[in-house]
């Protein structure tokens, strides 16, 4: 492909006819996709890919064409320009690659079952039909879809179907959007319906393999988002309607397909009588994330794909305000502070990550832009600091004007940059430029030098990093007043430190919220002065200063050992976010321990002091009434019992086990999988593992799967591990989408961590093959780096994975992985002896 020509250059789309016919039976999909566009120059090129072209016809006459796989296009003379309707004749392979058309696996009643779905972003509208398979190549359809029918089955798509002749479904013509969001689907589904305040019918689907009551929390998130968005917007949702699919084979979490929404079934379904109070929340964060996307995304999409942080950036800020709006005592935010932030400002501080925005031409490299810690979430901490900076009122005026002016049209940052700025009056774009032009962020330092107060801010690196004197436009939101509302320049100084702490009566603080992307490093005095007012401090303020503390001793800008003693301190606290970011140190800490030694022995020890009162004041089962934070802290501190070998805490697991043994899908599903984990951990014979792998095959509930999935790994027994690598591969018992997560469970055991690491190095080949294709391969990597922590380790991944380096789409992982572990590496040579022993200090 000649170097950065978008097809949308020479061929610009107006309108398209697209007929398929798809055959399960014969895995063949056949069909015409006829488009009417404008031809700017006389040779044009249409995306395809794995296809068979037969014939294309302009304007109803045969012309010359040719095709391949290589520049992925058809590249057609017309032997003219301007308005030209273009017939492509092809066929197709139906494949189980989660991408372009696919099939979906069930089992219901014992027989094996289909479900058609399809997935088209990033590139795989193209593997569907011949289409201008870019953003900007905005365009209607009509679509008519016919296949090897049976009584029973339905067919939905974008647009609510208008008729059926001789077998051929047709659907409404489309408005004008992207080939992306195209989608459709056809088995044998059921649905719930409701309809919005405003006329929008809503829907959810699945199989008819789960209970029907499973599809209401859905659509009652789905109906009150779409409510949410039409008010928060002040713009009408543009569709009939808004369909939730749940498809039993998925690759990401969930895709914004315009007007069909298609899910993981663990993102949409779930049992209304069983389910976490943590799995409900991400459900319905993930349903508002995608129906954020039905305006911001679909009706207004980025030009180019180096704009999908406005995309997915912005949807992932708003999942938090829709749901912070509709249900407010859920404290939605909390979750964004335990997730996101961390996520973003842990990635963010390795050398060599992308910026939020960064050039892309590659299909491989666009699957690669999928950065969840950067694209998704720093993004979305970027967006909620112009929130904090404008506030609401003008990011909804400026919302509201850039839907009106960009509507089923394209956008760029600066476009929306534009927009608030007019609404809020400030500089918008020239604040945020420097958080998406730069990868990184800065630590910010706070010193007491010669009696005044300073801060200065600087590039934080966890791991080697090349400073290349980048600053950025801080909003500090400090607490005193003499702080200003930006730092801009390198340092600044504040005024007389006695007179400013006597003035404001407590201990100095900045980015008050965390809600800016910074990390502060106090100096000892300002740091002893929170220290010794920690009580003071709010749950958010109390999680980030643990946060920062840790980062900073990544980054080797503190000692680790120094944190070792304030845990203790954060042990009590009734807040989620407070235990969230304890249990998270805590954790961090077993690296530094070789397992089984006496050093692990006092790190269970430590466990075990942080969280015995904690159990014994919320017990091993939820119970009626009890606050949001204690339901979601209870999974924290049980956790640490079990790590610790709490004998008591053994006991009670196992009691529920037994007690349960016949429904085990029936225990709680709050606390089931700590019970599941230490049957398997500490009781398990073969007999019961067999019993638990069996649930796993058989079940159609997916937190419940999900529970077993990071139970069985637990196992110290050899041969239930090598049992289990063996079914990795069998898509009947682990789904490929799902494996990662049992990989990383089999890895992250240390009586597993040998096999797992054989099995993905013996079998990449089968698993680029199986997954390649999409934006989930590189995490095999990610999370491989998560687990590694000796030079051993270090060395046969430098040894497997640099000769990968130039593969398209890895190259970036790779090179940051191999930092990352390197970096852990020699933090842990440097520090164990320091934090081991503040370890037997703080059991003594
Ligand atoms: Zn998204």
Redesign the pocket.
């Given at each position: 492909m000649a170097e950065s020509t978008h097809f949308y250059e020479l061929f610009q789309p107006t309108h398209y006819n697209v007929y398929l016919d798809i055959n399960r039976a014969t895995k063949l999909i056949s069909g015409t996709s006829t488009i009417t566009g404008d031809a700017k120059q006389a040779s044009i090129a249409i995306h395809q890919k794995f296809m068979t072209i037969s014939a294309v016809k302009a304007d109803g006459k045969d012309v010359p064409f040719t095709f391949d796989d290589q520049s992925e296009g058809i590249h057609i003379d017309l032997g003219k320009t301007g308005e030209t309707t273009v017939a492509i004749d092809f066929t197709a392979p139906l494949t189980d690659s989660m991408m372009g058309i696919y099939p979906s696996y069930y089992e219901l009643n014992g027989e094996k079952k289909e479900l058609i779905g399809t997935q088209f972003e990033t590139t795989a509208a193209r593997q569907a039909f011949p289409c201008v398979d870019e953003p900007e190549a905005k365009a209607t359809f009509d679509l008519a879809i016919k296949f090897d029918e049976h009584e029973g089955e339905t067919v939905i798509s974008n647009m609510p179907e208008v008729k059926v002749v001789d077998g051929v479904h047709y659907f409404d013509t489309t408005v004008r959007m992207s080939s992306y969001l195209i989608a459709f689907a056809f088995g044998e589904m059921q649905s719930k319906l409701t309809t919005t305040k405003s006329g929008v019918k809503v829907g959810v689907f699945s199989t008819k393999a789960h209970q029907p009551k499973e599809l209401d929390f859905a659509l009652d998130i789905a109906k009150r988002s779409i409510e949410f968005y039409e008010d928060f917007y002040q713009t009408p949702y543009p569709l009939p309607h808004s369909w939730q699919l749940a498809l039993p084979d998925f690759s990401a979490g969930a895709m914004?397909n315009w007007g069909l929404v298609t899910y993981r079934e663990a993102y949409l379904v779930l049992d209304p009588d069983n389910t976490s109070f943590e799995t409900k929340q991400r459900v319905a964060t993930v349903i508002a994330?995608?129906l954020a996307?039905q305006w911001f995304?679909d009706l207004v999409t980025m030009k180019w794909w180096d704009d999908l942080w406005l995309?997915?950036s912005f949807?992932?800020m708003m999942e938090y305000v829709a749901i912070d709006a509709i249900e407010p005592d859920w404290h939605i935010w909390e979750v964004f502070q335990t997730s996101e932030a961390p996520m973003a400002l842990q990635r963010d501080a390795t050398d060599g990550v992308q910026s939020v925005h960064v050039q892309v031409e590659d299909p491989a490299e666009i699957d690669a832009l999928f950065d969840g810690a950067i694209v998704y979430a720093k993004g979305a901490r970027m967006l909620v600091m112009v929130r904090a900076l404008i506030g609401d009122d003008a990011l909804r005026a400026g919302l509201k004007n850039y839907f009106a002016t960009h509507h089923y049209g394209n956008a760029t940052g600066a476009d929306l940059w534009a927009a608030l700025g007019a609404a809020s009056g400030m500089n918008v774009g020239a604040i945020m430029n420097s958080w998406l032009e730069q990868p990184g962020y800065p630590v910010v330092s706070a010193a007491v030098v010669d009696g005044k107060l300073t801060i200065s801010q600087q590039q934080f690196f966890v791991g080697e990093g090349k400073d290349a004197g980048r600053q950025w436009q801080v909003p500090l939101n400090g607490n005193y007043d003499a702080v200003p509302e930006i730092l801009a320049d390198k340092s600044m100084t504040l005024g007389d430190y006695a007179e400013l702490r006597q003035a404001s009566g407590q201990p100095f603080r900045l980015n008050v919220g965390n809600n800016s992307h910074f990390i502060v490093k106090y100096d000892d005095t300002l740091l002893q002065d929170i220290l010794a007012n920690l009580d003071t401090l709010d749950a958010i303020a109390q999680l980030q200063l643990l946060q920062d503390l840790r980062l900073l001793a990544e980054g080797r800008q503190i000692s680790y050992a120094a944190i070792v003693p304030l845990l203790s301190r954060f042990a009590d606290s009734r807040s989620t976010v407070v235990n969230d970011v304890l249990y998270g140190v805590a954790g961090n800490l077993r690296k530094f321990v070789t397992p089984d030694s006496a050093e692990e022995k006092a790190l269970r020890r430590l466990f075990d002091r942080l969280s015995a009162k904690q159990v014994a004041r919320l017990g091993w089962t939820p119970r009626a009434g009890e606050s949001n934070d204690d339901q979601l802290t209870r999974p924290f501190v049980l956790n640490a019992a079990l790590y610790a070998k709490n004998p008591e805490s053994i006991a009670a697991a196992h009691k529920l086990f037994v007690a349960n043994q016949d429904n085990l899908a029936g225990l709680p599903a709050a606390v089931r999988v700590f019970i599941l984990a230490n049957e398997v951990e500490n009781f398990s014979d073969a007999e019961v593992f067999d019993q638990l792998l069996n649930d796993y095959r058989k079940s159609s509930d997916a937190s419940y799967k999900a529970d077993l999935a990071a139970a069985l790994p637990t196992t110290s027994d050899a041969t239930l591990i090598a049992k289990l690598i063996g079914v990795f591969e069998d898509a009947d018992t682990v789904k490929p989408q799902d494996l990662r997560a049992w990989y990383r469970g089999v890895l992250n055991n240390s009586d597993g961590e040998q096999a797992a690491w054989d099995w993905i190095r013996n079998d990449w080949q089968w698993l680029e093959n199986t997954v390649g294709g999409d934006m989930e391969f590189t995490t095999y990597i990610t999370v491989t780096t998560g687990v590694f922590h000796t030079p051993e380790r270090l060395a046969e991944f430098k040894a497997f994975f640099e000769p990968k380096l130039n593969t398209p789409g890895l190259t970036r992982e790779i090179t940051m992985d191999t930092k990352v572990i390197e970096t852990r590496v020699a933090l842990i040579e440097d520090e164990k002896t320091a934090v081991n022993e503040a370890v037997a200090e703080a059991t003594k």
């Open positions: 914004e994330h995608e996307h995304g995309n997915e949807a992932n």
